[in-house]
T-cell receptor, first 109, second 115 residues
């Protein structure tokens, strides 16, 4: 089993839609979690950090469920500019940061 | 802050040649990571360092790959000899000294093509 697994996608949604991605992790000792955004042919960039039950930043909400070992990312009122690949990562206590395979989102007009 | 700096941006080489990728982490960062990204395998962690010491190299595909960090401001990833299946984008990333609670800052990557 992979350390971090994500919804395979792709997700194709119209502008204004709400979309959610899930990410499961296998290391129960992971304490912090991150969502990164990667645009085509660019490097990943941090979108959100999740240290406790959840985090909200504008249209983006990340939630953590420790019992089921998954984190989710909710995007409300999708914009064309949200089209990208979203990667989750759950570092181990030793600092090892393994990424999921990513979920591709395409927002259409 | 100059960010993580990688060189070269693009590298085209022939099978069998030695390839060296370079990375300068953000000043003051204690962790340095090397990743490889392909369409088939996604973003794979190859190796990471803490305070210049390799901590986990289990992701290094085979002995043809080696990485060094001679000081806090420089790291190299070497492939010798290179093969076509090594073609990928190689990213270097660094993070600060709070360990697992730190976000990663990525360089722009090196696009490697082995013909």
């Amino acid at each position: 089993r992979k350390e971090v697994e994500q919804d395979p996608g792709p997700f194709n949604v119209p502008e204004g839609a709400t979309v959610a991605f899930n990410c499961t992790y296998s290391n129960s000792a992971s304490q912090s979690f991150f969502w990164y955004r990667q645009d085509c042919r660019k490097e990943p960039k941090l979108l959100m950090s999740v240290y406790s039950s959840g985090n909200e930043d504008g249209r983006f909400t990340a939630q953590l469920n420790r019992a089921s070992q998954y984190i989710s990312l909710l995007i409300r009122d999708s914009k064309l500019s949200d089209s990208a690949t979203y990667l989750c990562v759950a570092p181990t206590n030793a600092g090892k940061s393994t990424f999921g395979d990513g979920t591709t989102l395409t927002v259409k007009p | 802050d100059a960010g993580v700096i990688q060189s070269p941006r693009h590298e085209v080489t022939e099978m069998g040649q030695e390839v060296t990728l370079r990375c300068k982490p953000i000043s003051g960062h204690d962790y340095l990571f090397w990743y490889r990204q392909t369409m088939m395998r996604g973003l794979e962690l190859l190796i990471y360092f803490n305070n210049n010491v390799p901590i986990d190299d289990s992701g290094m595909p085979e002995d043809r790959f080696s990485a060094k960090m001679p000081n806090a401001s420089f790291s190299t990833l070497k492939i010798q000899p290179s093969e076509p299946r090594d073609s990928a984008v190689y990213f270097c990333a660094s993070s600060g000294n709070r360990g697992i609670r730190e976000k990663l800052f990525f360089g722009s990557g090196t696009q490697l093509s082995v013909l």
